[in-house]
Structures are given as C-alpha cells and as structure tokens.
C-alpha cells in the first residue's frame, strides 16, 4: 500500500515468454514436418521457427549477424530490423532444446503446406521489422502458418 492509501497496479512485462519449469521441454521423436512450428527453448527465452523441410527451418535473426553466426541471440529482443534465414534446425537449436508446437491449430486454421512454404520461401534474406509486442518471432512463424500473427510471447500482467 503507498502512503496515499493506493494499492497501486504493478505491470509485468513478460520478454519472449520465460520457460515455465511446469513445461515439458523434451524434444519428441517425433520428426518435424514441412509448416510446423518449431518453438526453441533458450536459457532465458524462447525462440520460434518454421520448418521448412529437409532439415532447414525459417526464422527471424539478428540484422547485424553474419549469415555463419545468425543464431537467434536474446539481442534480437532489443533489435527494431531482422532478417529473414533458412538454417539447419540442429544448427540454430544447437545445445538447447526444442519441439514442435503447432498449438494455435485448434483456434486457426493453418494454410495448405504448399502456400505456407512458398510465402516462408520468398521472405528469405527480406529484412523485417521486428517489435516484441507486435512482430516478433512468434507473430513471423504464425503468420506464414496461419495467414494471422499471433503470439503469446509478450503477456501483460496486472495485478493489485
């Protein structure tokens, strides 16, 4: 309570969703296929991608990285430009974890694989805008995914 007898709103802002230790971060057996989600679990943060097929994802990097370093960095985070890559998934995941997580399916319909590969094949080595509230890495894979960004990676929280 603050001395004007306020109990005054505290606003969390949530960076790129920190890793819940309630949620499984195993990487399944299951092998990826061509439009799935592939959600990359960072030490402080996670990262998205879109699998493309033959081992190659898409996903949003750093603009100041070469092509040979372009591994998503939590710099991306305070970054306004990034580029448009095609990497090895096993590259881009390196020591950490990941899996596939197509979990807006139930809410959106995702688009024939056909059209969501072509779109994700004509943004390569496009620089974009990034914003974490607005077009960041999830809303990128989304949007090829689904025709609609969407994210959860950015949540507001208030609470008295």
């Not at 505290?10 to 990826?32: G, R, T, V, W, Y």
């Amino acid at each position: 309570m603050y001395a004007d007898g306020s109990a005054g709103v505290i606003c969390f802002l949530c960076l790129c969703q920190m890793a819940s230790s309630e949620a499984d971060h195993s990487q399944s057996n299951e092998e990826p296929q061509p439009g799935d989600l592939i959600e990359i679990f960072r030490p402080a943060y996670q990262h998205w991608a879109l699998y493309l097929g033959d081992g190659y994802i898409i996903n949003l990097t750093p603009v100041d990285e070469s092509q040979a370093t372009a591994v998503s960095s939590v710099k991306s985070v305070f970054s306004r430009k990034a580029v448009v890559r095609m990497q090895l998934l096993k590259e881009v995941v390196g020591g950490d974890s990941y899996r596939i997580n197509n979990k807006y399916d139930d809410n959106h319909t995702p688009l024939p694989v056909s059209e969501i590969i072509q779109r994700a094949q004509l943004l390569i080595g496009q620089e974009v805008s990034y914003d974490l509230l607005g077009s960041n890495c999830e809303h990128f894979v989304t949007l090829l995914r689904y025709g609609e960004a969407v994210s959860e990676q950015v949540c507001l929280s208030f609470s008295l």
